[in-house]
């Protein structure tokens, strides 16, 4: 018995990496037979754990197993195929559950607490996690993946598969009160300066205003903001959807209920329809694209870029988030990315390295563009922390980013320049980490949106002459 708990932990818990050659075939081979109709999943656990032989089975160590079709109702991933059991999930994901775990391969072990165990690992909650997404593209779980990867992870989690098992992220807790307040004043203020004469047409009654959306299967992402700006004009936003939500195939989708005086209504809408709209063009485009990357099986980062919108680029990188891709740095005091103007500017790319890291200390990471698989030896060797190979055909990448690996195992790569939607999938390589897209934010179309007030405003003010 020891040794069959030994073996299953060492195929369960450990990275597929870390567990050598160990492989099924090492472990004790237990066939069983069907359980009896009657048999319920207690009675059938307690026969395993106490040796007490069932009707017919096979024998190992002086212990008798069977599988229970019962078990199949707690784990719903549990699957009898030929005389092995496996898990659905993990069977599904090889690549993320690994080729050596027991339960994608199929695992002979008959024991309740095997298959406890295995509900439990986090190579298998990962799995399902996917699953659940494939199955039911709940997006929110994308979310808060994406969340997950913009923490900062150590440099060993960085081209881990998804993690999607922490509790629910509200993403709008990542924008500061007074942010969301400031640049709602300042859209509010581009937009109506000084004087409103529609609003002396409408006055100020209270009115209620649907948002739609027209543009089918878009990822709702900006509400933060959209309220933001309705706060502002003492207005009430009650939204039908959540933060990252795919808003359906329906030609018209309502998607929340504006409620206000009439003109602080309409003084809002074309700034919170602008922002909405952006917002969640830019993550469904990332949805999109992080759909490619995972059917593929890569679970390295999708990234955006720094190409944003002047003075709307906190919108726009959060979309990102909503939409399940990497931010990528913020600007250019968060990270720096040393490019060929720099290398040129400073000599060397040595050099460059050194000067920056002179400054930066180890608090931040260093990212240099090269255009050779030399440059990228010349700046791993110096110190850098990524690598971006830019403009590379993808066949160039990649042989160049397997090169790099092979010898700096620790430095991320990065793929840039020129890459698409449709192009993505040529790109995708398991020695490259990060692929950024400027067409997440450039060119990126939005999705359509209008605010419509539900009852016709027809009460116009009279002025009496005095
Ligand atoms: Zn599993």
């Given amino acids: 018995m020891k040794s069959i708990q030994f073996n299953f932990r060492r195929q369960c818990q450990q ?84 080729k050596l775990s027991s339960f994608v391969v199929g695992n002979p072990h008959l024991k309740k607490d095997t298959v406890k165990k295995h509900n439990a690992s986090k190579k298998h909650i990962e799995c399902r996690d996917i699953h659940i997404i494939k199955s039911t593209n709940e997006y929110p779980v994308t979310v808060q993946s994406a969340l997950r990867r913009q923490n900062n992870f150590p440099a060993s989690h960085f081209t881990s598969p998804l993690k999607m098992t922490t509790p629910q992220y509200d993403l709008s807790h990542t924008l500061p009160p007074h942010t969301l307040t400031r640049l709602a004043r300042e859209w509010l203020a581009e937009d109506t300066p000084n004087f409103d004469p529609a609003g002396l047409c409408v006055g100020s009654h ?17 509400r933060p903001f959209f309220t933001a700006v309705f706060t502002e004009l003492s207005c009430t936003v009650e939204w039908a959807h959540i933060e990252g939500a795919q808003l359906g195939p329906d ?33 469904t485009r990332c949805s999109q694209l992080q759909s490619i990357a995972r059917e593929a099986g890569w679970h390295g980062h999708v990234a955006g870029t720094r190409k944003t919108t002047p003075g709307f680029r906190l919108v726009e990188k959060y979309a990102m988030l909503v939409g399940g891709v990497s931010m990528h740095r913020q600007d250019l005091s968060g990270m720096v990315m040393l490019k060929d103007n720099h290398i040129w500017a400073s000599g060397s790319i040595t050099q460059a390295v050194r000067n920056a890291r002179s400054v930066c200390g180890f608090s931040s990471k260093i990212e240099v563009e090269c255009g050779s698989r030399e440059e990228g030896s010349e700046a791993a060797t110096a110190g850098a922390d990524i690598v971006m190979l830019d403009n590379f055909k993808p066949q160039e990448l990649h042989a160049a980013a397997q090169l790099l690996k092979e010898e700096f195992p620790s430095v991320l790569i990065e793929a840039s320049g ?15 980490d990060i692929i950024s897209l400027g067409c997440i934010t450039q060119g990126c179309p939005v999705v359509d949106f209008s605010l419509k007030v539900q009852k016709p405003v027809a009460f116009p003010i009279i002025f009496q002459s005095q």
């Avoid at 948002?211 to 709702?220: E, G």
């Avoid at 018209?252 to 922002?275: D, F, H, I, M, S």
């Avoid at 449709?422 to 490259?432: G, T």
Wanted: hydrophobic fraction near 35%; glycine fraction near 8%; charged fraction near 20%.
């Fill in 15 to 98: 990275d597929p990496e870390e567990a050598g050659s160990d492989s099924v075939s090492d472990l004790v081979d237990i066939d069983f037979a069907e359980p009896p109709a009657t048999q319920d999943e207690d009675s059938a656990s307690s026969s395993l754990n106490t040796g007490v032989a069932p009707a017919s089975p096979t024998s190992a160590g002086g212990k008798q197993y069977k599988y229970n079709a019962q078990w199949e109702k707690a784990f719903p991933w549990l699957h009898l195929e030929g005389n092995v059991m496996f898990c659905k999930y993990c069977k599904a994901e090889p690549q993320l559950a690994g």
């Fill in 206 to 222: 209270e009115v209620e205003a649907k948002l739609l959306c027209k543009t089918p299967c878009s990822v709702l992402a900006g």
């Fill in 251 to 283: 030609a018209v989708a309502q998607t929340a209920v504006v409620r206000g005086p009439a003109r602080c209504v309409l003084l809002g809408e074309r700034p919170a329809l602008n922002c909405l709209a952006r917002a969640s063009g830019i993550a």
């Fill in 418 to 432: 020129g890459v698409t939607p449709d192009s993505l999938p040529q790109y995708l390589s398991p020695h490259v």
